[in-house]
Every structure is written in structure tokens, then in C-alpha cells.
């Protein structure tokens, strides 16, 4: 199970953690080659405005592939099974890194676009179809631990982007092609080890109606002992179905039966990317630079951010089958809350004291610690565990969307926010996390040990009244 989880993770949201981080390290550089390639093209210099549009396009189009690829990674895991989609998903990532890495000896920076945009559509296939072969092959007393995978593979991507794209490393000006391109590692990574595991039981079962593959992938899962336990459950899921087709997106709207299990994945994947995570990178630098770090320093300082995302992603996979879901983003949520209090304070106050730098360093830490312990680590386990076979797809895929759609908007307002609010900003998110950490206690129950099923029946009273 634990092999499962790292050959899926390697080309699932790894790949999402590490072309997130990527692009920031060569930046300078990406500008030299536009205004390079666009003066011995054209014969004149590129406008300042079109430098800053050409590159918000090569850095946003991941976004606009991502959205696109969460419309299909459903379908594909469906059509082709959860292994089956990841196993293709790979050449979207091979051929991305190809588009990319040439792009500067040919001179083409369309093929930076074109790259950057397959690269998210790998990503966005990704972060829909790993969480649910992971949800699907884990057993009850382990799925949450095992779905943290999701979490710990994207900042692990994160953490391995910021250090690779250091300039002692590939971040470097004569480098910088190859850390574009280096997103093929991981890809063949999973192409080698991936076949070596079975396809996900629940689908072998549910879907396809094969009974004996489905056995024979849970053996290999959990033992020839332990096995049965799973497969009973399995049955029992696939008997309550009654042969009910997989769902389309649309479908789920009109679906009284899931409406609150839905309304609650939009407002969590909503709440995780509107939470303010990305006000605290874009404060970082000037923050780090406030408390006398000089600016080579930052990028090592940085990778204290990253490594804070990935030891809280690890310690919730400890903690998330013992504390249970609902404790854990719950807290996350308020301490957010808190600690965008301290923020606002401590950064109007920046140059009052010589200490106040420290305290709005310590903040930032302290929430990103909040954000991986709760919300970056639980959302996607609990969209796993709020439907059942027929529903998990169509919701993953109507997830990511809204994740996508979520991440874009941030991006093209955020700086808006900024120059409006300044510190201010962070009264926004505070007041956002504490609406979403009201809305997790009134209505999502504890799904720690609990089948899909009996996750099911936990909501018929709020989707059908009392009586249910």
C-alpha cells in the first residue's frame, strides 16, 4: 500500500507541487530570452507591457491547462481506470518537457506557452485522479493517513521545485531549459513503477463487474487474510448501486441525494485556495527582507517554507486517523484566523520596532503550519470520503474546477487586493476562514472508520429532512 502510494504520488501531485515552484527561479532569465528572441525576430525592442503580458501568460496558462485538465481527468479515470488515466497522463508530462526544454534552442517562445499549458493539463488530470485510486484501495483505518499521500507528494514537489530551481543548481541562467524540462522525471518514474500495482479493486468491482480481479488486486493490497473484510464492503457499496452507471458533473446538481456532500466540496475547495496561503508568499519576500535577510539569502530562507508545508503534510498523515477529519481542518481553519490577526498587526506595526519583522516571520510560518495541518491536507481526503463510486469521479472533476477557476481568480485579483487593503488584506482572508470553519462544524460529520456507505447515510438527513 505504502509502494502504491509513492508510484502513484511521483506523477500525480508531485507534479502539480514541483511546475507550481519551477517557474519562480527563472524568471530574469525568462525575460532576457523574450526580449532576446522578439529583437532578432522582429528587429526592435519588446514593449515593456507585451513583456509583462508574454510572461503572465507563460506563467498563468498552467492554470487555464489545469482547469481543462480537471474537466477530463473524471472521464479518463473512468474510460481508462484510475491506473490506466495516470499511466496516460504521463505523455501529456513527456511531451510538455520536450516543448519546453527546446523552446530556448530553437528560439520559440511559443513552445514555452504550449508546454507550460500541457504541463498543467498533466497537473490538473493529476490532482483528480491520484486521490481517487488512493481512496479506493486504502482500507477504512487507513484511509485517511493514505490519502494524505495527495498532500505530501504536492509540497514535496513544492520543496523539491524550490531547491532544484536553486541557482547553484539548475536555476542558473545557463540551466534554466532543463529545470523547465525536468518535469519528465518524474513522469518516467511512474511509467516504470506504476505497472508494477494493481488496478484499483473498487472499479475492477464496481465498474468493470470483475470479480475475480478485483479479489486477486485486494490480496495484493491487504493481504490474503485481511482481504475479505474490504471485498464485503465493496459488495455491499456495489449491491446498494443497483448497476447505477458512473455520473456526469451535471448530473450531481439535480441529484437531491448528494446535495449537501457537494455544496460542502465547493465551499472547502473553494475555502483552501481563497485562504489566504498565496497573500502569505507574496509576502514572504518583503517581510524576510524587513527583518535584515539580504536578498540572496531569500531563496534559502524560502525553502523553510516549503519544508514547513511538507513536515505538516507528514505529521497530519500521522495524526488524521486518530484526531479524525473534522478536529483537524476545523482547527486549521481558526488558527489561520489567529494568526491573520497577529499579520494584520504586526505588519502595520513593521517599522515601529525592530522586533515586529521577527514576530510577522514567525506568523508567516505559523500559518502556513496552520494551512497543512487542516485545510491543504484534509479537503482532498474528504472529497474521497463524502461520495460513493458512482458519484467520486463527476465530484473530483467538478472539484478541481472549481480549485482551478479558485487559483486563476486569486492570481489575476490578489495583486489588486494588495494595492488596495496592504496589510488589510489579511481582515479578508480572516474573515473567510472563520465563515468556512463555521460552515466544516455545522455540517460535515466525522468520517474517521466509516464506509462510504454509512458516510452516505450520515447526510440522507440533511439532504432529505429529518425523517430519512
Known amino acids: 500500500l505504502f509502494l502504491a502510494v509513492c508510484a502513484v504520488g511521483i506523477g500525480g501531485t508531485f507534479q502539480y507541487g514541483y511546475n507550481v515552484s519551477i517557474i519562480n527561479a527563472p524568471t530574469q532569465h525568462i525575460h532576457r530570452f523574450l526580449n532576446e528572441t522578439w529583437a532578432s525576430r522582429y528587429h526592435k525592442d519588446l514593449n515593456p507591457d507585451l513583456l509583462t503580458f508574454l510572461w503572465s501568460l507563460i506563467a498563468s496558462v498552467f492554470s487555464l491547462g489545469g482547469l481543462c ?18 499511466l496516460m497522463n504521463n505523455v501529456i508530462a513527456i511531451l510538455a518537457s520536450i ?37 479506493e484501495v486504502a482500507p477504512k483505518r487507513l484511509r485517511g493517513g493514505m490519502a494524505m499521500g495527495s498532500s505530501i507528494f504536492l509540497t514535496g514537489g513544492i ?22 524540462s525536468s518535469s519528465c522525471f518524474p513522469a518516467f518514474a511512474q511509467l516504470v513503477f506504476l505497472p508494477w500495482f494493481p488496478e484499483s479493486p473498487r472499479y475492477l468491482l464496481i465498474d468493470k463487474g470483475d470479480e475475480l480481479s478485483s479479489a486477486r488486486a485486494l490480496k495484493r493490497f491487504h493481504g490474503s487474510s ?37 455544496i460542502t466540496v465547493i465551499v472547502m475547495t473553494m475555502g ?9 508568499y507574496f509576502y514572504a519576500t518583503y517581510i524576510f527582507e524587513q527583518a535584515g535577510i539580504s536578498a540572496e539569502k531569500i531563496p534559502y530562507v524560502t525553502l523553510g517554507t516549503g519544508g514547513c508545508e511538507c513536515l505538516t503534510a507528514l505529521t497530519c498523515g500521522l495524526l488524521i486517523d486518530y484526531v479524525g477529519r473534522r478536529c ?22 513593521q517599522e515601529l520596532y ?29 472529497t474521497a470520503e463524502l ?13 478541481g474546477t472549481i480549485s482551478w477557476i479558485s487559483f486563476f481568480t486569486i492570481g489575476m485579483l490578489f495583486p489588486f487586493i494588495v494595492n488596495r487593503l496592504k496589510q488589510y488584506c489579511f481582515l479578508v482572508f480572516l474573515l473567510e476562514c472563520s465563515l468556512v470553519a463555521t460552515f466544516i462544524f455545522l455540517v460535515i460529520p466525522e468520517t474517521k472508520n466509516k464506509s462510504f456507505l454509512e458516510i452516505q447515510k450520515e447526510f440522507q438527513k440533511l439532504n432529505f429532512g429529518r425523517n430519512a
Open 272 to 280: 483552501q485556495q481563497l485562504s489566504g496561503i498565496n497573500a502569505i
Open 354 to 382: 525592530p522586533w515586529v519583522p521577527y514576530v510577522s516571520m514567525a506568523a508567516i510560518f505559523a500559518f502556513i503550519l496552520s494551512f497543512g495541518l487542516g485545510p491543504g491536507g484534509i479537503t482532498n481526503t474528504l
Open 226 to 262: 485481511e482481504y475479505r473484510r474490504e471485498m464485503e464492503d465493496i459488495q455491499r457499496e456495489c449491491f446498494a448501486l443497483n448497476g447505477e452507471k458512473p455520473k456526469k458533473p451535471w448530473q450531481l446538481f439535480v441529484d437531491r441525494g448528494v446535495r449537501w456532500q457537494l
Open 159 to 180: 520543496l523539491t521545485g524550490q531547491i532544484i530551481g536553486l541557482r547553484e543548481l539548475l536555476g542558473g541562467e545557463k540551466y534554466w531549459p532543463l529545470l523547465l
Open 328 to 349: 483537524l481542518i476545523i482547527g486549521g481553519y481558526l488558527l489561520m484566523t489567529l494568526w491573520s490577526i497577529v499579520l494584520t498587526f504586526s505588519l502595520t506595526y
Open 387 to 399: 461520495f460513493i463510486q458512482s458519484s467520486r469521479p463527476a465530484a473530483y472533476m467538478i472539484a
Open 69 to 86: 485538465g480537471a474537466l477530463v481527468g473524471g472521464s479518463m479515470a473512468i474510460r481508462l481506470g484510475r491506473k490506466g488515466a495516470l
Open 99 to 135: 516543448l519546453m526544454g527546446i523552446s530556448f534552442p530553437t528560439g520559440l517562445f511559443e513552445l514555452l506557452i504550449a508546454g507550460r499549458f500541457l504541463i498543467g493539463i498533466n497537473s490538473g488530470i493529476g490532482l483528480c485522479v491520484q486521490p481517487l485510486y488512493i481512496g
